[in-house]
């Protein structure tokens, strides 16, 4: 059994591990109520936004904007994964690594062996993971948190989208966990380039019949980059809001367990000094048998 002072020292050191996490959840949990709004608030619009494009994007030619839909084989891959800058999140970094490897050997497995899957990190957690896989890291957007608005990541998208025009990429991926709740994200492998239209039903062909003023080269060609701009905002939003629910939740499942390990060093000291007590006054009795035997 453990010493007293060493019982002691350990109550001490997990105590002080119990008032940090129970810090970490509640800072978590103040960035996740803001994340959690920006969230909410761009989703309906980037998802009809979205839809839009989608449907529209079929029925235009190269000089309005189809450049962006034209489907080429499959040559030359980017993945897009999306981490964080910091851990202590669970496994909120780990499964996105994960998605990204899954979907190269599930799906690109050719391309990676030839060395044409490339990766373009938001996040330092994806960078530091996809920089000891020689050749793939591309590019890393590890400041895109420090100030996350449209402003600030509208050239990264830029820069994508004129790669894929220029044909140094056939197909752009996003990896990214979106957002339910605090305690449940999903993993999300987006295709963002080339647009593919949806299939077109009787049902849905009801819903594509839109009117274009003053003409639909002039709207597409602005809707198009503006719509991709937006997929990757949100998907960033998502990422960035999933974090810190994945944080809270897991600071708040180590402030739980500091708590049953404090329980369990304070039976554990009791239960030493009750010994530590006995001991002494076998000792006392025993000393006064002693002296009354002499």
Do not use: W
Request: aromatic share 6%.
């Amino acid at each position: 059994m453990a010493s007293l002072k060493e019982v002691r020292n350990r109550i001490g050191s997990v105590n002080s591990t119990q008032q940090i996490t129970k810090a970490m959840k509640m800072v978590a949990a103040a960035k996740l109520r803001r994340a959690q709004d920006a969230i909410v608030r761009m989703r309906p619009y980037a998802e009809k936004l979205r839809e839009i494009l989608v449907n529209v994007s079929g029925n235009v030619d190269a000089a309005e904007g189809g450049a962006y839909a034209k489907v080429r084989p499959a040559g030359k891959i980017l993945m897009v994964p999306m981490s964080s800058n910091r851990g202590l999140a669970g496994a909120f970094n780990a499964t996105i690594t994960r998605a990204v490897n899954r979907e190269i050997r599930e799906n690109y497995a050719e391309q990676a062996a030839a060395g044409n899957v490339h990766v373009i990190c938001v996040g330092k957690k994806a960078a530091d993971y996809f920089r000891k896989q020689k050749g793939m890291l591309l590019r890393e957007h590890n400041d895109v948190y420090d100030q996350l608005d449209f402003e600030h990541t509208a050239p990264i998208v830029e820069q994508i989208m004129q790669e894929f025009l220029d044909g140094k990429y056939d197909r752009v991926i996003l990896v990214y966990n979106q957002f339910k709740n605090a305690a449940v994200q999903y993993v999300q492998v987006e295709p963002m380039l080339p647009i593919t239209p949806p299939e077109k039903t009787e049902e849905k062909q009801s819903n594509i019949d839109y009117i274009f003023e003053p003409g639909k080269g002039a709207i597409v060609r602005d809707l198009i980059p503006k719509s991709l701009k937006i997929q990757f905002y949100k998907a960033l939003l998502d990422s960035f809001a999933s974090e810190h629910g994945a944080r809270m939740t897991a600071m708040s499942k180590a402030t739980d367990n500091a708590g049953e390990l404090l329980r369990e060093l304070r039976l554990q000291y009791n239960k030493a000094r009750q010994a530590a007590i006995t001991n002494e006054i076998l000792e006392i009795v025993s000393g006064a048998e002693a002296l009354k035997g002499g």
